[in-house]
T-cell receptor, first 111, second 112 residues
Framework: EDQVTQSPEALRLQEGESSSLNCSYTVSGLRGLFWYRQDPGKGPEFLFTLYSAGEEKEKERLKATLTKKESFLHITAPKPEDSATYLCAGDYGGSQGNLIFGKGTKLSVKP | NAGVTQTPKFQVLKTGQSMTLQCAQDMNHEYMSWYRQDPGMGLRLIHYSVGAGITDQGEVPNGYNVSRSTTEDFPLRLLSAAPSQTSVYFC???????????FGNGTRLTVT
C-alpha cells in the first residue's frame, strides 16, 4: 500500500528560526510529489511539484527538495504569516485516484 | 475568475436526511474530485471525474453519489446521511492528472 508520512505533526517556531518539514513516501511508482499549504477554514493551496531526486524549488522563504525516499520543505527565517498546515501528496500515476496525501504538519510561527 | 466554488459553506443534517454539495469551476478543467478531511487523517478521495459523463470511485465512496453532466459542475450527493459522514468536504479540479489540484474552500458538514 502506498504511504505518505509527514513529520512532525506540529512545529512551533519563533519568528526568524529556520527549520524543515519532512515527507517520506513509498518509492515504488511515484510520479511526482506535491506540497500544499492550508490555512484554517480554507482549501489547500498548491506550492510545489517535484519529480526527480535532487530537484529543488523555491518560493519566497520556502524551498522544497526531493531525495530518493523523502522530501523536505525548508522554511528560512519564517514570519507569523507562514503559520499554516503544510500537506504533501504523492502522485502514483493513473488518474486522480492515485494521489495519496499525508496528514500534514501544522506550523506555528510566533513573533 | 472564481476558481473552484463550493456551496454551502456549512450544513447541519439529521441522520437519514439527504443533500447535495455543490461544486463549480470556471477554469475549463477536465479533472474534478471530491475529498473529505477528518482530524488526524489525510485528505481521502471520495469520487472523481476525468470529464463530463465519466466518474469513478475513490478510496471512500460508500454513501455518496456523483454525476458530471457538464465540465463546470460536479455535485456530491449524500443519499442518507450518517454521523460518520460528519467531515469537511473539499472539491478540487485540475487541468490533467499530472497537474496540481485547485481546491475550493470546503463545506463543513455535521450530521446529528
Amino acid at each position: 500500500e502506498d504511504q505518505v508520512t509527514q513529520s512532525p505533526e506540529a512545529l512551533r517556531l519563533q519568528e526568524g528560526e529556520s527549520s524543515s518539514l519532512n515527507c517520506s513516501y513509498t518509492v515504488s511508482g511515484l510520479r511526482g510529489l506535491f506540497w500544499y499549504r492550508q490555512d484554517p477554514g480554507k482549501g489547500p493551496e498548491f506550492l510545489f511539484t517535484l519529480y526527480s531526486a535532487g530537484e529543488e524549488k523555491e518560493k519566497e522563504r520556502l524551498k522544497a527538495t526531493l531525495t530518493k525516499k523523502e522530501s523536505f520543505l525548508h522554511i528560512t527565517a519564517p514570519k507569523p504569516e507562514d503559520s499554516a498546515t503544510y500537506l504533501c501528496a504523492g502522485d502514483y500515476g493513473g488518474s486522480q485516484g492515485n494521489l495519496i496525501f499525508g496528514k500534514g504538519t501544522k506550523l506555528s510561527v510566533k513573533p | 475568475n472564481a476558481g473552484v466554488t463550493q456551496t454551502p459553506k456549512f450544513q447541519v443534517l439529521k441522520t437519514g436526511q439527504s443533500m447535495t454539495l455543490q461544486c463549480a469551476q470556471d477554469m475549463n478543467h477536465e479533472y474534478m474530485s471530491w475529498y473529505r478531511q477528518d482530524p488526524g487523517m489525510g485528505l481521502r478521495l471520495i469520487h472523481y471525474s476525468v470529464g463530463a459523463g465519466i466518474t469513478d470511485q475513490g478510496e471512500v465512496p460508500n454513501g455518496y453519489n456523483v454525476s458530471r453532466s457538464t465540465t463546470e459542475d460536479f455535485p456530491l450527493r449524500l443519499l442518507s446521511a450518517a454521523p460518520s459522514q460528519t467531515s469537511v468536504y473539499f472539491c478540487a479540479s485540475s487541468y490533467s492528472d499530472w497537474s496540481p489540484l485547485h481546491f475550493g474552500n470546503g463545506t463543513r458538514l455535521t450530521v446529528t
